[in-house]
């Protein structure tokens, strides 16, 4: 779940991510974002929920890339440990 803030006050946009990393994620979205615009974004790496502010750093069509802002150290080490256990795409 990605919020972004529009004319109209707060919109919460579904998604999917795409790729993980300890520095961002990527995701798609069917609604537009901007470049540049600071989110907040909502995804759970069982059992743990993320609430998380990021900004916009690239679009390429509905592909967008956020760069996560503020991350304390226990969260950036549950997600290098998420990703450190998923299989190798080999």
């Known amino acids: 779940m990605v919020v972004t803030l529009s004319q109209t006050g707060?919109?919460?946009?579904?998604g999917q991510s795409q790729d993980l990393s300890e520095a961002g994620i990527g995701v798609l979205l069917a609604e537009e974002i901007r470049v540049g615009d600071v989110?907040?974004?909502?995804?759970t790496l069982s059992p743990v929920l993320f609430e998380l502010r990021a900004v916009v750093r690239h679009?390429?069509?509905?592909?967008?890339g956020l760069e996560f802002l503020g991350l304390n150290a226990e969260q950036?080490?549950?997600?290098?440990?998420?990703?450190?256990?998923l299989p190798s795409a080999d």
């Open 10 to 14: 707060y919109v919460q946009l579904q």
């Open 39 to 43: 989110v907040t974004l909502g995804f």
């Open 59 to 64: 679009r390429r069509a509905c592909r967008y």
């Open 76 to 85: 950036k080490s549950r997600i290098g440990a998420f990703i450190k256990d």
